[in-house]
Protein backbone atom coordinates (compact mmCIF):
# COMPACT_ATOMS: atom_id res chain seq x y z
CA UNK A 1 0.00 0.00 0.00
CA UNK A 2 0.97 3.66 -0.54
CA UNK A 3 1.08 6.70 1.78
CA UNK A 4 -2.77 7.34 0.85
CA UNK A 5 -3.94 4.14 1.36
CA UNK A 6 -2.51 3.87 4.36
CA UNK A 7 -4.20 7.22 5.53
CA UNK A 8 -7.80 5.98 3.87
CA UNK A 9 -7.52 3.42 6.02
CA UNK A 10 -6.64 4.41 9.06
CA UNK A 11 -9.65 6.61 8.63
CA UNK A 12 -11.75 4.19 8.29
CA UNK A 13 -11.03 1.98 11.43
CA UNK A 14 -10.85 5.08 13.47
CA UNK A 15 -14.77 6.02 11.17
CA UNK A 16 -15.50 2.87 12.84
CA UNK A 17 -14.39 2.78 15.96
CA UNK A 18 -15.93 6.13 16.62
CA UNK A 19 -19.09 4.41 15.34
CA UNK A 20 -19.31 1.22 17.45
CA UNK A 21 -21.42 2.88 20.87
CA UNK A 22 -19.81 -0.46 22.80
CA UNK A 23 -16.26 1.58 22.72
CA UNK A 24 -15.14 5.08 23.61
CA UNK A 25 -12.19 6.06 20.95
CA UNK A 26 -11.40 9.06 22.68
CA UNK A 27 -8.23 6.76 24.01
CA UNK A 28 -7.54 4.46 21.25
CA UNK A 29 -4.25 5.47 18.51
CA UNK A 30 -4.59 3.71 15.38
CA UNK A 31 -1.32 3.09 13.03
CA UNK A 32 -1.76 1.86 9.45
CA UNK A 33 0.93 0.39 7.01
CA UNK A 34 0.13 -2.29 4.32
CA UNK A 35 -3.18 -3.26 5.49
CA UNK A 36 -2.02 -4.22 9.06
CA UNK A 37 -3.73 -1.92 11.92
CA UNK A 38 -2.07 -1.44 14.96
CA UNK A 39 -4.93 0.12 18.27
CA UNK A 40 -2.67 1.40 20.79
CA UNK A 41 -3.98 3.71 23.90
CA UNK A 42 -6.23 2.68 26.73
CA UNK A 43 -10.37 2.14 27.84
CA UNK A 44 -12.23 1.12 30.51
CA UNK A 45 -12.60 -2.53 30.21
CA UNK A 46 -11.85 -5.76 28.59
CA UNK A 47 -14.73 -6.19 26.87
CA UNK A 48 -13.72 -2.94 25.18
CA UNK A 49 -10.77 -4.11 24.16
CA UNK A 50 -12.08 -6.56 22.47
CA UNK A 51 -15.27 -4.79 21.00
CA UNK A 52 -12.42 -2.29 19.56
CA UNK A 53 -10.32 -4.88 17.79
CA UNK A 54 -13.68 -6.78 16.05
CA UNK A 55 -14.71 -3.00 15.08
CA UNK A 56 -11.02 -3.11 13.54
CA UNK A 57 -11.73 -6.06 11.64
CA UNK A 58 -14.81 -5.23 10.18
CA UNK A 59 -13.27 -2.20 7.83
CA UNK A 60 -12.52 -3.46 4.05
CA UNK A 61 -8.90 -3.60 3.69
CA UNK A 62 -7.26 -4.71 7.06
CA UNK A 63 -5.13 -7.97 7.11
CA UNK A 64 -4.04 -8.29 10.46
CA UNK A 65 -4.63 -6.95 13.72
CA UNK A 66 -1.77 -5.52 16.15
CA UNK A 67 -3.37 -5.27 19.53
CA UNK A 68 -1.54 -2.85 21.96
CA UNK A 69 -4.73 -1.07 23.97
CA UNK A 70 -4.51 -1.52 27.61
CA UNK A 71 -6.89 -1.68 30.12
CA UNK A 72 -7.28 0.94 32.77
CA UNK A 73 -9.61 0.49 35.25
CA UNK A 74 -10.41 3.73 38.04
CA UNK A 75 -8.63 2.97 41.25
CA UNK A 76 -11.75 3.28 42.54
CA UNK A 77 -13.53 0.68 40.43
CA UNK A 78 -10.79 -1.87 41.07
CA UNK A 79 -11.77 -5.33 41.98
CA UNK A 80 -10.07 -7.30 44.24
CA UNK A 81 -9.23 -11.50 42.81
CA UNK A 82 -11.63 -13.22 44.88
CA UNK A 83 -14.48 -11.50 43.94
CA UNK A 84 -14.17 -11.71 39.91
CA UNK A 85 -13.18 -15.40 40.57
CA UNK A 86 -16.74 -15.77 42.41
CA UNK A 87 -18.77 -13.68 39.54
CA UNK A 88 -16.69 -15.68 37.21
CA UNK A 89 -17.79 -18.87 38.75
CA UNK A 90 -21.50 -17.37 39.17
CA UNK A 91 -21.87 -16.66 35.54
CA UNK A 92 -20.64 -19.71 34.04
CA UNK A 93 -22.85 -21.74 36.77
CA UNK A 94 -26.03 -19.63 35.39
CA UNK A 95 -24.98 -19.88 31.43
CA UNK A 96 -27.56 -22.71 30.75
CA UNK A 97 -24.99 -23.30 27.51
CA UNK A 98 -22.03 -25.03 29.42
CA UNK A 99 -22.07 -28.11 30.95
CA UNK A 100 -21.99 -27.62 35.33
CA UNK A 101 -19.00 -28.42 37.14
CA UNK A 102 -16.39 -28.66 33.70
CA UNK A 103 -14.85 -25.54 33.52
CA UNK A 104 -12.42 -24.57 36.86
CA UNK A 105 -11.35 -20.21 37.36
CA UNK A 106 -7.91 -19.20 38.78
CA UNK A 107 -7.51 -15.28 39.00
CA UNK A 108 -4.55 -13.54 39.61
CA UNK A 109 -4.13 -9.54 39.17
CA UNK A 110 -7.40 -9.06 37.03
CA UNK A 111 -6.33 -12.09 34.64
CA UNK A 112 -8.83 -15.08 34.59
CA UNK A 113 -7.72 -18.34 33.72
CA UNK A 114 -10.01 -20.97 32.55
CA UNK A 115 -9.63 -25.02 32.36
CA UNK A 116 -11.64 -27.73 31.76
CA UNK A 117 -12.78 -29.57 29.21
CA UNK A 118 -16.03 -29.23 27.14
CA UNK A 119 -17.34 -31.02 24.00
CA UNK A 120 -17.64 -28.05 21.56
CA UNK A 121 -15.65 -25.22 20.72
CA UNK A 122 -18.77 -22.48 20.92
CA UNK A 123 -19.14 -23.85 24.51
CA UNK A 124 -15.02 -22.96 24.87
CA UNK A 125 -15.90 -19.52 23.36
CA UNK A 126 -18.96 -19.04 25.53
CA UNK A 127 -17.23 -18.99 28.64
CA UNK A 128 -14.84 -17.05 27.51
CA UNK A 129 -17.37 -14.07 26.38
CA UNK A 130 -19.11 -14.34 29.35
CA UNK A 131 -15.81 -13.81 31.73
CA UNK A 132 -15.05 -10.95 29.15
CA UNK A 133 -17.70 -8.77 30.25
CA UNK A 134 -17.09 -8.86 34.11
CA UNK A 135 -15.49 -5.44 35.87
CA UNK A 136 -12.19 -6.08 37.03
CA UNK A 137 -10.77 -8.42 34.34
CA UNK A 138 -7.32 -7.36 32.15
CA UNK A 139 -7.43 -10.68 30.38
CA UNK A 140 -8.65 -13.69 29.34
CA UNK A 141 -6.45 -17.15 29.15
CA UNK A 142 -8.46 -19.77 27.81
CA UNK A 143 -7.17 -23.07 28.35
CA UNK A 144 -10.23 -25.19 28.31
CA UNK A 145 -10.08 -28.26 25.89
CA UNK A 146 -12.13 -29.57 24.00
CA UNK A 147 -12.53 -33.29 23.75
CA UNK A 148 -13.21 -34.79 19.88
CA UNK A 149 -16.22 -37.30 19.49
CA UNK A 150 -15.94 -37.77 16.20
CA UNK A 151 -13.36 -39.75 13.74
CA UNK A 152 -11.39 -37.25 11.44
CA UNK A 153 -12.99 -38.53 8.49
CA UNK A 154 -16.32 -37.27 9.79
CA UNK A 155 -15.15 -34.14 11.04
CA UNK A 156 -13.99 -33.06 7.63
CA UNK A 157 -17.29 -34.16 5.89
CA UNK A 158 -19.61 -31.93 8.22
CA UNK A 159 -17.32 -28.57 7.75
CA UNK A 160 -17.44 -29.34 3.65
CA UNK A 161 -20.96 -29.87 3.69
CA UNK A 162 -21.29 -26.43 6.42
CA UNK A 163 -18.84 -24.56 3.33
CA UNK A 164 -21.27 -25.28 0.67
CA UNK A 165 -24.67 -24.84 1.94
CA UNK A 166 -23.23 -21.08 2.29
CA UNK A 167 -24.39 -19.17 -0.21
CA UNK A 168 -21.26 -16.64 1.09
CA UNK A 169 -18.68 -18.77 0.50
CA UNK A 170 -17.11 -20.36 -2.77
CA UNK A 171 -16.33 -23.17 -1.03
CA UNK A 172 -14.69 -24.91 -4.22
CA UNK A 173 -11.99 -22.76 -3.55
CA UNK A 174 -11.60 -24.06 0.08
CA UNK A 175 -9.25 -26.77 0.62
CA UNK A 176 -10.29 -28.92 4.37
CA UNK A 177 -8.04 -31.36 5.90
CA UNK A 178 -8.06 -33.17 9.35
CA UNK A 179 -4.51 -33.48 10.72
CA UNK A 180 -5.50 -35.51 13.52
CA UNK A 181 -8.62 -36.00 15.98
CA UNK A 182 -9.54 -32.35 16.88
CA UNK A 183 -7.31 -30.67 14.68
CA UNK A 184 -7.93 -28.72 11.29
CA UNK A 185 -6.18 -26.95 8.60
CA UNK A 186 -8.10 -24.90 6.06
CA UNK A 187 -6.74 -23.22 3.23
CA UNK A 188 -7.52 -21.31 0.07
CA UNK A 189 -8.53 -17.90 -0.65
CA UNK A 190 -11.50 -15.84 0.23
CA UNK A 191 -12.66 -12.37 -0.80
CA UNK A 192 -13.40 -10.59 2.50
CA UNK A 193 -12.55 -10.72 6.04
CA UNK A 194 -16.27 -12.13 6.74
CA UNK A 195 -16.26 -14.58 4.19
CA UNK A 196 -12.72 -15.58 6.14
CA UNK A 197 -15.35 -15.29 9.58
CA UNK A 198 -17.71 -18.09 7.95
CA UNK A 199 -15.02 -20.31 6.76
CA UNK A 200 -13.53 -20.54 10.21
CA UNK A 201 -16.50 -20.56 12.41
CA UNK A 202 -17.32 -23.69 9.97
CA UNK A 203 -14.50 -25.13 11.20
CA UNK A 204 -14.92 -24.36 14.45
CA UNK A 205 -18.40 -25.44 14.55
CA UNK A 206 -17.72 -29.10 14.11
CA UNK A 207 -17.74 -31.40 17.37
CA UNK A 208 -14.20 -31.95 18.70
CA UNK A 209 -12.00 -29.89 16.71
CA UNK A 210 -9.86 -27.95 19.00
CA UNK A 211 -7.19 -26.32 17.04
CA UNK A 212 -8.15 -24.62 13.56
CA UNK A 213 -4.82 -23.76 11.41
CA UNK A 214 -5.79 -21.23 10.07
CA UNK A 215 -4.11 -20.82 6.28
CA UNK A 216 -6.90 -18.72 4.66
CA UNK A 217 -5.44 -15.48 1.94
CA UNK A 218 -7.42 -12.81 1.59
CA UNK A 219 -7.28 -11.96 -2.28
Known sequence: M????????RQGVVDELEFDPSVDASGIGVIASDGIVTLNGHVASFAEK?????AARRVRGVRAIVQEIEVRYPANKKTADDQIAKRALDIL???AVLPRHDIDVTVS????TLEGEV????????AEDAVKQLGGVQGVINNITVKPRLSPGDVQKQIEAALKRSA??????????????GKVRIEGHV????????VARAAWSAPGVRVVEDRLTIA
Open 93 to 95: RWN
Open 109 to 112: DGWV
Open 2 to 9: NNLEDRTL
Open 119 to 126: GWHYERRT
Open 50 to 54: TAAED
Open 191 to 198: RTWQEHDI
Open 168 to 181: AVEAAGIHVRVIDT
